[in-house]
């Protein structure tokens, strides 16, 4: 099992807290962690973390769970595995009920593998307007939705929605999550964590 984290600097520096409690959570279940950061300018960090998913999936056997900078793993979160079926991509909808990106598990499958190199090819491409895809101009997780409604529209069922509680941005549910992502409602809440903020 690999957890994945890519981030430039400045920003993993933001949300330090969140990224040592994703080495503590590697650590307390054995799990390998993989934090790839470097200069803001160098990339879009937000797009070449799929680059570093699909990289692992390629030349490792391992499952791997993709999660954002600014998602703090709280103490008392379980085991990834308590989640895991015959799927191959798991997610959490986001404020707006559409999958949210900050989290995803990929198990390490020809089905994943596929839906990743699709979605590449997707990155090429401007998101439609008008049929709810669209998140951010530079992110990725629009990409994300337009691929997987496809794939559900071909009725190819690899997904797996699972409980808020594994990304939570909802400050009402916050006590009972398991993963805090600073963004939407929850965004100011950083601040409790990292006081040079």
């Not at 040592?20 to 990339?43: F, V």
């Not at 600014?70 to 595995?81: A, Q, S």
Request: with cysteine; aromatic share 10%; hydrophobic share 30%.
């Amino acid at each position: 099992m690999i957890i994945l984290c890519t981030a430039s600097d400045d920003y993993i520096e933001k949300y330090k807290p969140c990224i040592n409690s994703q080495i503590n959570y590697c650590k307390k279940h054995d799990y390998e962690y993989k934090l790839i950061s470097g200069k803001k300018e160098e990339r879009n960090w937000k797009r070449s973390k799929i680059d570093e998913l699909i990289n692992l999936l390629d030349t490792t056997t391992s499952d791997v769970l993709l999660i954002d900078a600014d998602c703090l793993i709280k103490d008392d979160c379980p085991k990834l595995e308590i989640f895991l079926n015959d799927k191959s991509i798991y997610y959490a909808n986001g404020k707006s009920g559409r999958l949210n990106s900050g989290v995803l598990y990929f198990k390490n499958t020809k089905n994943s593998l596929e839906f990743l190199n699709n979605l590449k090819e997707k990155l090429k491409l401007k998101i439609p307007r008008g049929k709810g895809y669209y998140v951010t101009k530079e992110g990725e997780n629009g990409h994300i939705i337009w691929t997987k409604d496809e794939y559900e529209k071909l009725n190819k069922n690899i997904f797996q929605e699972i409980s808020k509680k594994w990304n939570c941005s909802s400050p009402a549910l916050k006590e009972e999550a398991y993963v805090l992502h600073f963004t939407n409602d929850l965004k100011k809440e950083i601040h409790k964590y990292n006081a040079s903020l």
